[in-house]
């Protein structure tokens, strides 16, 4: 078995019991990174040269007998609308094609004050915008499980990167399911946490009160341990929650015994693919066998989930966006007479067109006129949102749904039609509305041989009951046995 | 019609930089000056990722200024994104206040001709400064500096209760004491941490609608204000008069040319598009904080000034007017500790100080001089080291170049005769030279006693002490 194959848990084992170094860890990865990136396109940049010099300190560290970290020396990817501080983050946009951020996010600091070694900065659709990844300026990322599909978006490239071991893990960010539905996608684990439990100061916004870092991992274990990493307080982000640091992995008990769960019928409806729905009823079944109580229930709300998720989104993303003007960094046109020719070029010939698409919808429900009968109308379906997630966690410890309608679909076939595109978010922006956290976990395979996910919904900074659903469930099934193979 | 059947109608929104050490989302120094682009970081450079923190003095002080305004101070309130496209803003968004801000439905009292009158405040909210563009003088750009992005203001919206240029200079005045009092601006208006946009419109007598109103936008001196409004006044009625219409615009005054001009075009009317910052939390305020914030308040203009009338035993008028500007009530206060003459401290300030603030053109917060040498000034003629009179060339002095004045008085050697000695030589030599002015006084003339007195100042340059010299003129003229 190669280096590269193991989970980073069990990346750290070796690494504790002098198996293997750090350094013997990175190069496997950067040997499959070499090999995979023509056939995969997940990387925007790779580090590779830094990651080993990084790798060859942490083990002279080891050696020296210094305490680190036990994921010190743990290779990782990072989704690149993440700052970075020496090493660009373009946010996949021809806009900062040459940032390199002068900080690192919170995230980033946690990652290197535990001495991980990142190999790159993960693709994604440009600025967040999109679900399937074909939204990046610089390449399209293919599912390694049939390459040519889609790896789901925006985290694509995360995704991606962690089904075809690339990297053993890696964060992505989820706005409206920018992290579940790729990882249901590409047959990985992605968690979109409670919003304010991981810090956002240094992911680049795309819809504020949305915007949620997420670990995606080739388990649910490590899912837990990478969280553990990311989530807590920070002082220098308002929403982040101040709440008492979890160990999470504590949850990691295979015990599923009188848990339960709801089964939002909202969720099984018109739209969802019917081996998807097959699928998902299968995992039903099984968290029964295992001691669970499993229950229909409704959140009839979320049909207003979709509209009200695109203009919230929108627009608060066309306002984070103003700040990509030309003036200070980023891209400036070349053509230009004066101020205004400024702003309009650099942002016409920087954006592309799914941001600009946004932009543009998000603008005309802030002005005025149409304030009130859209984005002040989307405000108070949120606060309904909330309230039926809160009536329904009174019943029901999580709720199970698939993570998209659909697996992965064919590069080319959705890129021209935002509505359908759209339609990929249709069962995970109301968990991001209702500011609850989730997860996706992958359950079998369709017949074209393409991963299929579910989706656990949990209550407001309850991730430890998702974490022991997911990982009963997994302890439990074999999927883990299917491997993705690459096809042309 | 003529000018005088109109009647004015002006509002302000007076913007005031706070001086709370840090700036409002950062924790870059707020401080005026600097290296262009040395005063700050990633978040308030705007840098992709960043985020706010809203600084919680900016709170206090913001509502400091709403209590010493009569204000309701509210219990919840939020900061709103306003969004527009400026090089100085580089977020493209200002985080301001829109439709919930910390303090509403105040006033202030002014005096005018009329006796007191009450200006009503609409709102006081909190908000970031912009930077600054500095242009290049030889038209190769536009530089940004940023050192003023960030910087807190509070934004203090008036009704449009006043109706002259004097009540808009009284108001102006009355909030800028207001602030400063309370300490939480220095309202250095040269320094444009106290500015103002003004709001004219004008109406024959007796209508109740109100006219149709142009805004001229920062505003940062009294005198311009004062010559702004009563310009675009003049401007609006003689443009009705002659059959026109007053255009609802932006207008830039300028100050040499003594004219207002449009600033934007129709074409470029703003929607700020303002929808409540999902990047900061609500605000959230409790009877408590505001009970605090009002029992320490600091001691307002009307209280020093009773205690100036009952301690010091100033003269009403006296205490009012030095009350009536911080800086002055505390060049009063510490020049007295220093001299303990407070009568005299205070006659200095009511009457050469403010000449020459006026000759000047300046206001108190730009004298250069230290209470504390003020108060040596007043030592020095207690003593009799020197006279009143040299006394006023050295407070002259001291406005050129704010040093100590017995170094002044030492370089012009201007200390004062009092060796009885020297002093009578002068005398002797006096009535020596003037021997006509002798016979008249003891032929029952007393002014000849002040022009001899005047002749021996002339000869010391004005340094004999004067007590002295009359005295000794009048034992010599006796024999």
Known sequence: ?488 | MAREDYEVVIGLEVHSELSTKTKIFCSCPTEFGGEPNTHCCPVCMAMPGTLPVLNEKVVEYAVKAGIATNCEIAKNSKNDRKNYFYPDLPKAYQISQFDMPLCERGHVEIETENGPKTIRITRIHIEEDAGKLNHDEYGRGSFVDLNRAGVPLIEIVSEPDMRSKEEVEAYMRKLKSILEYIEVSDCKMQEGSLRADVNVSVRKKGEIKFGTRTEMKNMNSFRSIVRAVEYEANRQIDLIEAGGEVEQTTLRWDDISGKTFPMRDKEDAQDYRYFPDPDLVAIKISDEYVENIKNNLPELPESRKKRYIEEFKLPEYDAKLITASKYLSDLFENATKVCNNPKSVSNWIMSDITRILNEKEIEPDEIPFTAEQLGNLVVLIDKGTISTSIGKKVLTEMFENAEEPSKIIEKNGWVQISDEGAIKEVVMKVLEENAQSVADYKAGKDKALGYLVGQAMKATKGKANPGMLNKMFLEELKK
Request: proline share 4%; hydrophobic share 35%.
């Open chain 1, 1 to 488: 078995m190669e280096l590269y194959e193991l989970t980073a848990h069990e990346l750290r084992d070796k690494l504790a019991n002098k198996e293997v170094t750090s350094k013997e860890i990175t190069e496997s990865f950067a040997k499959r990174i070499q090999e995979k990136e023509p056939d995969v396109k997940a990387f925007v940049n790779t580090t590779l040269d830094t990651a080993i010099q990084k790798a060859e300190e942490v083990d002279r560290k080891i050696a020296s007998g210094e305490k680190l970290s036990s994921l010190a020396g743990i290779p990782i990817g990072i989704k690149d609308n993440i700052c970075t501080k020496g090493v660009k983050t373009t946010c996949s946009s021809r806009m900062l094609e040459n940032f390199v951020s002068p900080y690192d996010a919170t995230v980033m600091e946690k990652i290197n004050d535990e001495d991980l070694v990142m190999l790159g900065k993960l693709n994604m659709d440009e600025f967040a915008m999109g679900a399937s990844t074909e939204y990046s300026y610089f390449k399209k990322t293919s599912n390694p499980w049939d390459l040519n599909k889609v790896p789901g978006g925006s985290s694509g490239g995360s995704a991606a990167a962690v089904a075809a071991n690339m990297v053993p893990w890696a964060l992505g960010s989820d706005t409206g399911g920018s992290v579940r539905q790729p990882a249901s996608f590409c047959g990985v684990v992605g968690l979109k946490p409670t919003y304010g439990l991981v810090s956002r100061y240094g992911l680049v916004a795309f819809a504020s009160s949305l915007d949620q870092i997420g670990p995606i991992t080739k388990d649910v274990e490590d899912n837990a341990i990478l969280l553990n990493m990311i989530a807590g307080h920070d002082e220098k982000d308002s929403t982040s929650a101040n709440v008492e640091k979890k160990d999470y992995t504590k949850a990691l008990v295979n015990d599923v015994k009188g848990l339960r769960i709801g089964l939002p019928k909202e969720y099984f409806g018109e739209g969802i693919n019917p081996e998807v729905k097959e699928a998902v009823m299968k995992v039903a079944k099984k968290y029964e066998e295992m001691g669970a109580t499993v229950e229909e229930c409704s959140i009839s709300v979320t049909d207003y989930a979709l509209a009200t998720y695109y203009i919230l989104a929108c627009a608060e993303a066309s306002s984070n966006l103003g700040r990509f003007d030309g003036i200070r960094y980023g891209y400036r046109t070349e053509n230009f007479n004066n101020l205004k020719d400024i702003y309009r070029n650099s942002r016409s010939e920087g954006f592309g067109p799914e941001v600009k698409r946004r932009i543009i919808l998000g603008t005309y429900v802030l002005s005025s006129g149409y304030y009130d009968a859209y984005y002040k109308k989307a405000l108070k379906v949120r606060t309904v949102v909330k309230q039926a997630f809160k009536e329904l966690f009174k019943k029901y410890d999580v709720l199970l749904t698939p993570t998209s309608p659909t697996t992965a679909f064919d590069i080319g076939t959705r890129s021209n039609n935002p509505l359908e595109m759209y339609l990929a978010d249709i069962c995970t922006v109301s968990i991001n509305i209702g500011g609850v956290p989730a997860i996706s976990v992958p359950c079998g395979l369709d017949s074209q041989g393409m991963p299929i996910g579910f989706q656990l919904i949990g209550n407001h900074f309850d991730e430890e009951t998702l974490y022991k659903a997911a990982y009963t469930y997994e302890q439990n099934t074999n999927f883990k046995e299917n491997k993705p193979t690459f096809k042309k």
